[in-house]
Every structure is written in C-alpha cells, then in structure tokens.
C-alpha cells in the first residue's frame, strides 16, 4: 500500500461565510490565518486539512492523498500512467497552496479529482480548536474517511483498488450497493456509495471524545436543517456519529470510538446487518428507503447484534 493516509479535502463554494461559522463554531476546526486569502482550517498538527475553494458550484473539489516519500508518489505515477490514465505534475505555486513539498493530480473514472503528494507541512503553534473540543483523532489514520456517491459504484471501484492500491474492508449489497476500503488501521479512509446519483456523498472527522459528539449534536440541533442522520452506530466500522448537512449541501459525519483493524490480516466479506445497530435514521430521505432501513435496524434490535 504506497498511499498512506487522507491527507486533506478540497470543498468548492460559494458560501464562504457559512462554510467559517461552520467549521469553527460547529466542527471545531481552527481557522489558518494565510496571507494568500485562502480560506483553510486545522483539525491537528498539520498546516492544513479542509480548504474551502471559491466557486460558483457547491461539491468537491479534490482530495488530497498522503504518500510517505518522492520515490513512492513517482511508483504510484507510473501505475497510473501504464494503466492509461492522465497524470498532472502539481506546480510549485500549488504544493505551495496545498502546504505540501510535491503532488500530482488526476480525474477517477467518474471526473472526481484525486491529488496525491508527500511532505505535508507542520504548523508551528499547537492546535487552537474552534470551540472546546478535545482534539481529532489523525495522526497514522489520517484526516477521517471521504464518501462519493455515484451511479454505478461496482465499475469505479477497480479504479481504486488496482490503480491507487486501496484493499478491500468490505462491501454490501442493500438497500445500495457499498464499497468500503482502508489504508490504514481505519476501517475505511473511503468508500464508494451506489445511491444513483453522482456526488460528494460526506466525509467523516472522528472525535477524541463522546462529549465533543454529544456536544456537536447539541449545537447542530439548534441550526434549521442541519442533523441529517440523527445519532447512531455503523455496524462496520463501530463509529458513533450523526451526519449534519454542510453548507455545501453534502453532509458530514461526526464521530467517536471507531475501530481499529489489522491491515495485514484483515479479510474482506460481504455484510448483511444494513449500515448501523441503531439510530442514524435519515431524516432528509425518501419515505420508502428510510423505512426499509428502519427496517433493518429493527432486525438488528431484535437479534441483539452488538460490537465490542
Ligand atoms: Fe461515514
């Protein structure tokens, strides 16, 4: 596995009052002072982690993949270049903006861009949360977990396992076809989701503690439309979050307690159980697929499924 970690996330928008109040007083992230005018937020040591890009659509705009070395983000170009794809050098006036020593960049079979690089920089001053939190757990495991949502999940996937080199957690088949992937001891740094339609689906920043969630939770029930899933429990990768819907429109998961896996022994299987133990009922969805996963929480209930 030559990528390492999600390094950083790039969000187009056009909302950038919105996107600041949000990630400050919401999520807790700390707003980078950067003379260049761009508009960045700290969750840990990095110099960096989410940018918000200005622009006239609202969605992704990249995501940033850590490599540990040169030598690796070159092996990794020449997969992609042998494997027929179109691979861009990043200038040094980007890895400038993007806080990193060098990077390249390329569209996934479905346009998304991917950005890969080594040498994130450091911040000088400890961390700064904007509200008290006690911290993002990164480090090893990275930024969190990034999900894009698309028409056919099944044809993008060898995309990603053969070319950028991301194993298999595992997968499910309803109520929508799911692919889970790690790259790291996180049970999933991405995941591919078959809803229908083509998107940033969320991302996903884990907290050190219950309370920073419970807290969030408490806050984010206080702004219109904002909790989208409420409180709950993913069956896979054990993570207590609720997604709440960002100014951008995609939504982001805030989480506690994920597991941990054993890359080396881990082996990849099918899942049944449906997304989550209990609660993360979707409040913004159709009637007939929020019921059908109702559904399959109730039978989780009912055959007292747990998680350590
Ligand atoms: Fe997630």
């Keep these: 596995m030559t990528i390492k970690s999600l390094g950083y996330l790039g969000v187009a928008s056009g909302r950038a009052g919105e996107w600041d109040r949000f990630a400050t007083r919401l999520l807790g992230m700390q707003r980078v002072d950067d003379a260049a005018g761009v508009q960045a937020y700290r969750m840990d040591d990095h110099a960096q982690r989410l940018i918000i890009e200005p622009s006239a659509r609202e969605g992704l705009a990249y995501i940033g993949w850590e490599v540990e070395s040169p030598a690796d983000l070159e092996a990794l170009s020449k997969r992609l270049i042998d494997g027929g794809h179109a691979v861009h050098v990043g200038a040094p006036s980007l890895a400038r903006s993007r806080r990193v020593a060098e990077l390249v960049w390329f569209n996934d079979p479905e346009g998304n861009r991917m950005e890969v690089f080594h040498g994130a920089e450091r911040a000088h001053e400890p961390f700064a949360p904007g509200r008290p939190l006690s911290g993002f757990v990164t480090g090893t495991m990275g930024m969190g977990h990034a999900v894009l949502t698309m028409g056919n999940p099944a044809a993008t996937m060898p995309f990603y396992r053969d070319m950028l080199g991301f194993a298999l957690s595992d997968f499910g088949r309803t109520p929508y076809e799911l692919y889970f992937f790690h790259i790291n001891g996180r049970h999933h740094s991405f995941a591919l989701v078959g809803t229908g339609q083509s998107g940033f689906h969320h991302f996903m920043i884990e907290l050190k503690s219950l309370d920073d969630v419970g807290q969030a939770y408490d806050l984010a029930q206080l702004e219109p439309d904002c909790v989208s899933f409420t409180l709950g429990r993913h069956s896979n990768d054990y993570m207590t979050s609720f997604y709440m819907k960002s100014p951008s429109g995609f939504l982001i998961e805030y989480g506690w307690g994920g597991r941990v896996i054993d890359p080396e ?18 409040l913004q969805m159709a009637e007939a697929q929020r019921l059908h996963l109702r559904e399959m929480r109730l039978d989780a209930a009912r055959r007292g499924l747990r998680a350590p």
């Design 265 to 282: 022994t881990w082996v990849p299987h099918e899942t049944f159980d449906g997304p989550s133990y209990w609660g993360h009922e979707r």
